[in-house]
């Protein structure tokens, strides 16, 4: 019978982790447009033409470098901006039934079959309820035996969809 109790405070660090892992297709999409860009306004510029250097490459040069930087910037702005509302003391209560998470600002409260995938990198469980929200909960908030416990938890029963089907449970090496 699965019954931990954790108290933590989540870390900025451990914020920005979990969002670059909720948004990696993105910043693959991302990335990838930024290289289009620079590769074709390095290609436009140093072009030589009869009337020298295109002004559509520096165009193209400077749409790249916005991309990588609202790539690199953005998610640190972001996490910079939810920190404060984020990163406080947690109590979370994980029950075979449901698990309880609570801050001085807000509660939530989730039963296992409403998460829809489970994530477990290195230093966290990503738990998702839906598509664009999660939780973070550090492992460094478990004792050695309820770390055990509970990935042996989400690795054995996991948790079901709202359909009934399996959440799907990555593990995750960073």
Known sequence: ????????????????????????????????FAIVFLVLGLALTLGRGDHGPDSTGFLCIGVGVMYVLVLTLGTRMAVKKQAPRLCKPTQALLTVDRFTIETDLERGEFKWAAITKIRETNEVFLLHPSARLF???????????????????????????????PAVQERVAQ
């Not at 973070?136 to 089907?165: C, H, M, W, Y």
């Open 1 to 32: 019978m699965m019954n931990i109790d954790l108290s933590y405070v989540l870390q900025p660090d451990e914020l920005i982790h979990a969002r670059l892992r909720m948004a990696r297709r993105r910043r693959i999409i991302v990335w990838a």
């Open 135 to 165: 939780i973070v909960i550090p492992k460094r908030a478990f004792a050695p035996e309820q770390l055990t416990e509970f990935s042996a938890f989400v690795a054995d029963r996991g948790a079901g969809t709202p359909n009934g089907a």
